[in-house]
């Protein structure tokens, strides 16, 4: 059975993650969309947002919708604190989801200083955007935010959520959203709750989306392909014709980050081979790095969880594990992120199916929306920390030198509930 038969197939207590629960909500998710509608003033960008690149210390990519049709859009930057200015046209990158027609427009900064504070702003024939700050990434120390789940009935815990973060974090350089970003992939009114959300964050700290199994349903909560979701998101070229942004890797500082994806179930009746091109990509990627550190992105988990009054499903290893984890070793991933399940786990280093020092570390995000599973999951026999129970949302920060990254997970009032530190020998 797998993961979406299952959340149909009728558990009272996982209805909220196929949408029952959602569709009554519509006027939550309108009354905070009529909140982004002057995200940056008279020129009427919204959305506006910088997108992780390959190379985030020479390049980013800025994104935004309109209201209207803009005449010579653009982006001015230039050296925080120097008068001299460069531009960038924009194109259109149009396109239309759930009856609505977005005009969307979409530029990228190439040929930028590293470790470099930057300013940018919206321009068009005739009018100005503020000033947003936007920093590039040099080789050394960095901190980034990881958020779980964020699929939501009403997203104003998410929003509480990565706005205290973001604050209690202040030197973060990026952040990062473990999948199911929405809750329904095709309503709009859930993607702008969700950017309603990071507004004053997404703007100047650039975003790494995952495209989770949510993002891939329609308003009947049948599968589609994520129209939305590769829409808004203009992440790194990964070199597939099938699944151009479904995918992809980046460098920050001593990292590689590997972005997954683990949605090759929803999207096979569709385009089929999603797994079996990203194992061949995985190994030629991870190897043509020279990174100190090697981090692996993916959605769904790698455990298979037994679940309370269901004897029939075992504890295990899921077909994302079987299907990766043995790769994970081969190619010396040093720590692997996943999310899905609404729960935090911390698995230590698991290598063979097994406890092994040798292995890569293993962390499941949690959750970071208002959809929780009170009560649902049995502990598993590599589970080394497990968030307190009853479980609310939680999100997670990392601390990466050449020598070593310190990960901490905390509550929504920044209570700590579990540190692990990974070294470089």
Partial sequence: MNRRTFIIGGVGTLGLL?????????TLYRKAANGVRSLAGDLDAQYLRQLITADAAHSRTIMWQAEDVLT???????IQGQAEVQQVPAREDFFSDDGVKNKQYLAQLQDLQAAATYEYRVVTETAASDWHTLQTAGDGDFECLLFPD??????SDWENLAQNAAKRNPQAAFFINMGDIVDNGEDHTQWQAWFHGVEGIIDRL??????GNHETYDQNWKVRLPEAYLHYFAVPENGSRDFARYYYSFDYGPVHFMVLNSQWDETEDFKFGLKEEQI????????????QWKIVLIHKDVLQYRIHNRPERQEGISDVGEAFMPLFEELGIDIVFSAHLHTYRNRGHIRGNHHDSKGPLYILTGV????????LWIDHALDERVAPQPETDN???MD????????????????????VEVAKK
């Fill in 150 to 155: 964020s699929q939501s009935s009403d997203y």
């Fill in 368 to 375: 970071a929306g208002n959809v929780r599973y009170p009560g």
């Fill in 395 to 397: 999100y997670l920060t």
């Fill in 72 to 78: 010579r859009p653009a982006i001015e930057y230039r």
């Fill in 18 to 26: 196929a949408g029952g629960a959602f569709l009554a909500q519509g």
């Fill in 206 to 211: 650039p975003f790494v989306p995952l495209m």
């Fill in 400 to 419: 990466v030198t050449k020598e070593r990254i310190v990960i901490k997970c905390f509550l929504p009032d920044g209570q700590e509930i579990d540190q």
């Fill in 280 to 291: 061949e990509w995985l190994r030629k990627d991870a190897q043509q790095s020279t990174k």
